[in-house]
């Protein structure tokens, strides 16, 4: 991915690793000050803060485990769903012109916290090039994952959908 080596990046490389797992922690965390956007039986839906776009989600079950490979039907059923409804709700609060979804398995494949699978989401713009460059200018990096995580709680599809 094009944006693996921003400054953003490597603020993330460079920082400290907690010894408990971070989206273990987030499991018990305050939704508004974690940027929980929404929660499921088996899965939540949270912002990255270390985006590689506005918008860019992690979709993460509750269970501590490495790969899909290890979670049950049902939580990879959910975990497909709560995908389809972030998809929606970036859809209904962005407008963006595509996604990359997708998940990074192992270290070498570009996972930052292999220990526990997660699924991204990456809303993708015509002119997103220059995201980073106007993002630096203007705003900080937890002023924008407070609106972004405004914007995306308001447009969540509801559940009787
Ligand atoms: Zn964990």
Redesign the pocket.
Known sequence: MRYLWTPWRMEFIRSPKPD??????K?HADDDVEHIVARGERVYVTLNKYPYNNGHLLV?PY??VPSIEDLDDATLLEMMQMTNKAIQALRAAMQPHGFNVGINLGAEAGAG?R??VHLHIVPRWAADSNFMTILADTRTIPQLLDETYRELKAHWPKDDA
């Open positions: 408990v797992c971070v989206f273990c922690a499991v993460i269970e501590h916290i220990e526990h």
